[in-house]
């Protein structure tokens, strides 16, 4: 995929680790196809609405616990050492300019994300289904 459109770093990491150790980082795109190859009709897809907003004009107790729910998510979490997680991405296939890009990235939004902070987070959970002729 990476090959026909450039999706970046984190693509490149999809497609590595499938080779790797056969954990596919873009299943739910092939779910679809799947689902028709085993007979499945009339195959739709929606992607879930459901947005986070964190604003720094809500009520404090209703902000507190979207933060730290947002935090126990994994969103703005601490990167760690450097170095470890450099060598962690190049051992999954990275270059060293694009793991230390991404060490950068994920460090800034560490320590920019506060309770304070607006933040408009969207997981988009995509939900596919069809019907099974018996």
Excluded: W
Aim: charged residues 25%; contains cysteine; aromatic residues 10%.
């Amino acid at each position: 995929q990476s090959e026909i459109i450039r999706l970046g770093a984190l693509q490149k990491l999809f497609e590595n680790d499938m080779q790797r150790s056969g954990k596919d980082g873009n299943i739910g795109m092939k779910i679809p196809i799947f689902l028709s190859e085993l007979g499945v009709k009339n195959i739709q897809c929606r992607v879930s609405d459901k947005v986070n907003f964190l604003d720094f004009n809500m009520h404090h107790n209703d902000k507190q616990r979207l933060y730290h729910s947002l935090k126990e998510e994994g969103i703005a979490g601490d990167p760690g050492d450097k170095q470890q997680f450099i060598e962690r991405l190049m051992s999954r296939g990275l270059i060293y300019d694009d793991a230390l890009a991404q060490y950068e990235a994920e460090l800034r939004f560490f320590k920019a994300f506060q309770m304070h902070s607006s933040l408009v987070y969207a997981p988009n959970m995509k939900i596919t289904f069809g019907y099974i002729e018996c």
